[in-house]
């Protein structure tokens, strides 16, 4: 079992940076790859970035690519997600996931088995 918990969230102008954090809870964080994923009203859940159990590999949904940066510290049980040049449209509620085995990234909100509460951003014009 992995708890988690996002934080960091808030509002912000665009081009301006906000960092996200997901707290796990749970001795198999370690061995979960983890990914970001963004909700707003009458969408799906969108892909945002992800990453293997140890970071060794990342991947990003292309809207996001070159902006945001997503990493992990398994020695505090963390993830992050570091976003920068912000825009209106980035605007959602972002949700942390995790999915074992931990060696594989998928961009499926489905194939994550682990979610946060999540968190919202607000991107101002």
């Known amino acids: 079992q992995v708890q988690l918990v996002e934080s960091g969230g808030g509002m912000v102008q665009a081009g301006g940076s906000l960092s996200l954090s997901c707290a796990a809870s749970?001795?198999?964080?370690?061995?979960?790859?983890m990914a970001w994923f963004r909700q707003t009203p009458g969408k799906e859940r969108e892909f945002v970035a992800g990453?293997?159990?140890?970071?060794?590999?990342?991947f990003y949904g292309d809207s996001v690519k070159g902006r945001f940066t997503i990493s992990r510290d398994n020695a505090k049980n963390t993830v992050s997600l570091q976003m920068n040049s912000l825009k209106p449209e980035d605007t959602a509620v972002y949700y942390c996931?995790?999915?074992?085995?931990?060696?594989?990234?998928?961009?499926?909100?489905?194939?994550?088995?682990?979610w946060g509460q999540g968190t919202q951003v607000t991107v101002s014009s």
């Open positions: 990453l293997t159990w140890n970071g060794g590999r990342t």
């Open positions: 996931a995790a999915r074992f085995p931990g060696h594989i990234i998928e961009t499926r909100a489905y194939d994550y088995a682990y």
């Open positions: 749970g001795r198999t964080f370690n061995d979960h790859s």
